[in-house]
């Protein structure tokens, strides 16, 4: 009960610290380039993960060794039960997404056939109807080619657009968005919004290695945006031209395409490993002190 109500209560006030930071800094972020994917990306997890981490590590510690019986009061019951509701809303909508998904691509599966793009795993192709090009699953990711994009795509173009899908499996897009769905807060659209963009940025960063990738894939994306699928992709997809309104930047980030631009920004990370050298051993020399400062937070908050 302590350990959700400490979780619930962390998770609500970073969740709203990220909104306004998000909020504050959108203005900065509109043209972000394809390295700050996960750089929102981790902001976007941050609440969760903070959360998470400083329960596990901080709070139920201070518990059991500050307490070790249960003494808590109504408030402590309402916290607790409160962050119980919260998981199971964020379990069921990305439960019922899931099975919303599996069905519509099973429906799109039947009668698929192999089809040789040259990428690092095959790709399959399926009826008319389906979203150009899609890429499904989250333990098993699959490229789906409708056949119209076979029809319109010359073999470099779908080659080009078949890299670009690999670059979201390698960057596991559709397990975080997997994990968004399931960590549910309102006012973060803005920022999940601006994830996906960044993410689309990368994986065509990924699909490219010189002038000539880049004006296929270029050509890819003006051809299959001008088809209108017949419904909305399913969760937890991942489509070359999903978002369509980003489909003009893109191609003229593309036709300016260079060996320098192409270079994913990885210094950040660099930070916060950093940060975590000089930060972990002096907390672990405080360790009694941090746990009693958590335990004696804990209980002026709820009480």
Known sequence: ??????????????????????????????????????????????????????????????????????????????????????????????????????????????????????ANRPALQVKHGVPPLLLYGVSTPRVLVSESAVTLLSDDELRAAVRHEMGHVRSRDNLKKLILHAAPFPGMASLERAWQEAAEFAADEAAVSNPDDAVDLAAALLKLSDLVPVQDPPAFTTGLVNLRALVKLRVERLLAWDQASSRTVQLYWWHFLVLFLVTAPYTLAHYGQALLFTHQFTEWFIH
């Open 1 to 118: 009960m302590v350990a959700l109500a400490f979780f619930g209560v962390f998770y609500c006030l970073l969740s709203l610290l990220v909104v306004c930071v998000w909020r504050a800094a959108s203005l900065l972020c509109r043209s972000s380039a394809a390295g700050m994917a996960r750089i929102l990306f981790g902001l976007r997890i941050f609440p969760l993960a903070g959360s998470l981490f400083i329960t596990l590590v901080f709070a139920l510690p201070a518990f059991f060794r500050l307490e070790g019986g249960m003494d808590e009061d109504m408030g402590t019951l309402l916290f607790s039960v409160g962050t119980l509701l919260l998981l199971a809303a964020g379990l069921f909508r990305m439960t019922m997404a899931q099975a919303g998904a599996s069905r519509v691509v099973t429906n799109w599966l039947k009668g698929a056939r192999t089809l040789d793009a040259d």
